[in-house]
C-alpha cells in the first residue's frame, strides 16, 4: 500500500479500469475486487480509475472513493492513478487530496473545453498545480477529441519547466504519433526533464508508440495481458516479435475502439472472462444486440485460433 | 413553504439565481440570503437554482443542497425549481428526490451532449420520466447552443402528449421564435395540453416571446424589477408600454448576455446594487477589467438617465 | 473606380452587402445596381462583398466575379474589400488576384477550420501572405463563432509585426470587447503599427467598440444610415449622441443578429426599402412566416415612432 | 464509356481516387492517367471522385471536370460516381448535370452542416431529389464524423422510400455496423428496396460490415487489390479466409485512417508503388517525416513478409 508517488520514471501498463455495477445498476464492489484481481493476474503495473472509460461521471462522490480505496486496497505495491477533472477547481482540489490521502500514487487532470489558445491552457494549468501544491503528482491527460483541446508540444514543454509536479503525459490526441516523437526531441534540451509517456486510444497504435519513445500503455482493452505482453518484449529489445504478438490481437483492438460501443464490448469480454459478474453499464449506457455478441464470439474463436497457431496458446484469450 | 407542485399554469418571472461567494471562493450562505430577499424585493414570483449560470458545476454536493434548502426556507409560497441535469440517470434520480423532499416545486433537465436523432431525445427522456417517477414535475431546458442538442417541436409535443409530469419548456434555442410559435399552434389540436413556456436567453426577446405565447421568463438579468414589471404591463395588456420599457434595458440586455463575461457582469451588478458582499465566481471565472468596469458604469448612468426621462426615477436601476 | 489599396487608416462603415436573386433564384444584376445605389445613398464609406451573409458560397466562381466587377462600377472611390476565403490556398490565391485586377482594395481572409495552437494560426496566414505576395492587403477574419479558430491577441500582434500587408482587423470574436482593447494597448509598443480595426456582429456593440478604439463597422445591419451616422458622431466627439441614437435601433439591431433568419429579416427590409426586388435567398435559405412578417412590421413601427419623438423624422426608417 | 447508371444492384469496390498533383502544386493530369491504371490494375469495379478525399475542394471549378473526364475516358466499362455536394443546391444540380453529361453513373451527396432534427434532414434531401430530377442516381455520404449530421435509420429508410433515384448509401457513421444491420433488417418490410451499401471509414470495419450486408467498399486504401481479393473472397463463400487475408493488411488499414496525416500516407504509397509521380498535396496539406517514413517503410516491409508467409507474395505489397 505504501506505493510511493508517480515519477517520470513511471512505466509499463496502467489499466484503465472498468466500473462494474450488478444487473441493477448498483456499484458492485465485490465485482471491483474480482476485477482488479483479473488486472493483477494479467501482469499490469499500475491502475488508472476514475477515467472517462470508468463511468466515473455516473457515479456519486461517496461511491467514487469507494471505489478508489477499493482498489488501493488490494494492489499492493501496484500504483494508482486517480482521475479528478472537474469543472471547478475547489473540486480538484478536493478530489486530489482525498485520493492521495488513500494512498494514490498521483491525479490525472483534462483540460475542460473551452480554453483558448496557447496561453489559456498554461494558465489553466498552472492554476491547478498551485491549487494541489508541489506535492501531488499530476498526469497531464492530453484526449482532444473528448475535450476539444489540441496541446501543443510548446506549451506541454513550458509546463513540464515551469511545474516539478508534472509527471506524465497521458498520450491520446490524433494523430499522435509526431507529437509524441517532438516531445521526446524536446526533452534533449539541456536541463529539461524526460517525462513518462503512456498511450492510449484503445492502444490502436501502440508499437508505432513504443519505437517512438512511450514508456507504456494507460488504456482499458479487455486483454491487458497483450498489453503488458507486448510491453515486456519491447523491453527486452524483442520489437518485431512485440509487434507480431500485437498485430494478433489487433482486430479486437480496432473493434473496441469504436466509439458509443466499446464500453459495451468490453465489459462483455470481462464479463465473458469472468471478471466482472455482469456486463451491465449505468443508464445512459450503450449495449449489444444478438448480432453483436455472435460477430464478438465469432473474433474471439479467430483470435484463439491465431493465438493457438503462433504457438500461444488460446488459454490467453479465452481463460 | 408549501408551495405546491410546478404546473403547467405557472407564469411570470422565474429568477435563475446567481450563487454568492466569499474573496477567498467559499460559499457564502448570507450572501444567498440577501440575494435572496433582493430578488423577493424585486417582485419575482419563482426560483431556479443550480442552473447553467448558477455555477452549480463548481460545487460540491453538500454545497448545492446546502443552497437549495437555504432558498427554500426565505422564499415562502415562492415556487424553487431546480436544475438536476447529470451524466448519469440514477445521479439525476437522486438529485431530484434529494431536492423534492427539500420543498421544491420541480426539476429541470438538460439533455446530454450527443443524443442522436428524434428518437434519441425521446428516448433519454422517456428514461429519465422513468427513473422520476409520476410525481416529480420536469421542465425540459432547451438550450442547444450549450448542449449541442437541438428539440424538433415534434419531439417536444409527443413527450407532451406521453407524460403528464412534462409541465414546462425553458425556451432557450436561437433562432428560437418560430419555435416558441410552432409549439403553441400545435397546442390547438384536441387533447393536448397547453404547457407552460418560460424564456432564457438573458431575455434578450422577451417582448417578442410574450407576444407570441410565453408564460414569463427563466433568467437571470441583473435587474429582475424589469423583468417583473414587463411581464405585468403585458399581463395587463400593456404590450406597447411593456416594450417600451424593456427597449430602455435592452443596452444592459445586451452587455449580459456576452458569453464567457457575462456573469462577471451579471455578479458585479448585483454586488453594486448591495446584493452580494463579493462578485467573486470561483475558479475558473471571469472577471473585469478596470475598462470593463468604468464602461459599465457609463452604461449604468445611462440607464438611470433614460429612467429618469421616462418617469421611472433612478431609483429602479440604482437601489 | 481608381480607390487605392486598403491601408491602416481605412475608417469608416464598409457595409457587407446582400447578393440579391430573383424569385427564381438568379443572380439579379439590376438589384446589385439598385443595393448598391440604396448603400451608397445612406453614405457607406466602403463595401465588403463575398462575406459569410452575402450567400458567396451559393455563387459559382463566374458569378462572384460578376457581382464583384458589377459593384465596383458603381461605387466610384468608395474602397471595396472581397472575402476570397477558400478551403485551398491555391484558390485564395487566384480569386485574390482576379478581383485585385477588377479593383478591389484589398481582401479579407478567415481562417478555415481545424486550424491547431497559436502556431497553427501563424503558420496558416504566413503561407497565405506568402501565397498572395507584398502588394494586396489582407483583411484578418477573426469570427471564431463560425470557424471554430480563436485568435490569440499575441498571434495577431507577431503577425502584424511581420506582414505589412496585414492592415485591418475584423473584429467579430464574442466576448470581443476586452480583446479589441488588448490589441489596441498593444499597439503603444515601439515600432508596432496600429492596424485598423472595423466590427462586426451585426454592430451589437458598437458605440462600446467605438469607445474601445474600432474605426468603424463591417457589417450588414439593413439600416446602414446608422452605422454611418453612429461613426460620423463619435468621430465629432459626440459619443453620448452616438449611442442615443444607436440605442433607438438596437431593439433592430438585436432582432438580425438571431442566427439562422437573420438574413431573411435583412433581405426583408431591404426589400421594403426598395433596395431589391425580392427577399428570396437561394435554397437551402431561410425564409420568413406571416406571424415574422407582422412582427418585424410592428418593430418598424415603433422605430418610426422613436425616431420621430426624437426628432429625426420617420424617414429614415421609412425610405 | 457507356457504364449505364448507377443502381441498387452496385457492388465491389469503388475506389476513392487521389488527385495526384505535381510537386509544385498543379495538377497532373498524367499521373491521373497512371493512377486511374494502377486502380484498374488491382481490379477495382468502380471509382468515386471529387470525394472528401480527393482534395477537390482545393480544386478549382474547371480542374474538378477536367479530372472527371480524364478519368471516365479512360476507365471503360467502369462506373464513376462523382461527389457534388455544395453548400448551394444550385451548385449541386450544375455540376451533377455536368459530370452526368460526362459520363458519370452517378452523384455522391453529403449533407450540408447544421441541418436540423429528423425532418430537417429528410428536408434538405427532398429538395436535392427535386433540383437534380428523377433521372440522376444518388448516393447518400453518411459521415458524421465530417458534417456533423447524424442521419437515424428511420430518415434513410423514408427517403429510399419516398425517392427511387437514391440507389445507395455510403456507409461511414461510426459506429456503425449496429446501423447497417438495421438498414438491412428494415429492407424487409414488403414494397421496401434493397439499395446498395458501400462502407467506408478506410474499411477498418470491412469483414465486419460484409458479413451484415454491405456491397463492397467505397474508400480509398492505398492497396486497393486487397479490398478486390476480400470482397470476391467473401462473394465466393469464403469469410474467413477473406478475413484472414484482411487481418494481415490491418496494421497498415489502421495507419492510414489516422486523421489528418493519412492522406499523406496513402499518397506516400501511392507514389512507392509508382502510381503517381509526387506524393505532394496542395496546401493547406500534410507531409511526412522521415520519421513517419521510416516507420511506414517498416510497416510495408512486416506486410511483404507476411503476405510472403501465408504464401500469397511479397508482390501484392511492393508492385
Redesign the interface.
Known sequence: MSSGKLTEQAKGVFIIAATPFTDD?ALDLQSVDTLTDFYLGCGVHGFTLLGMMG?A?????EESIDVVKRVIGRVGSRQVIVGVSH?????VR?LAHEVMIAGAAGVMVAP?PGL?????IYN?YA?VFQ?LGPDIPVVYQDYPQATGV?L?P??FERLVDDFKQLVMLKHED??G??KL?RVRESEKKPGRRRVSILVGNGG??YP?EL??GADGAMTGFAWPEMLVKVYDLFASGKA?EA?DLF?IY??LV??EV?????LALRKEVLFRRGAIKSPKQ???GSSL?A??KA?LENMIE?LER?LADAGRGSKMAAE
Do not use: C, F, M, S
Open positions: 445498476g463511468e461521471h455516473k457515479l456519486t462522490g469543472a471547478g477547481l475547489e473540486n478536493r475542460p483558448k489558445g496557447d496561453d489559456g489553466y492554476q491549487a489540441y501543443p510548446t506549451v490524433a494523430p504519433l509526431a516523437t490502436l497504435y508505432q519505437r517512438r518485431e509487434e498485430d489487433l482486430p480496432r473493434h469504436q466509439p458509443a460501443i466499446g449505468r443508464a445512459p444486440t448480432t453483436d460477430e479467430r491465431r
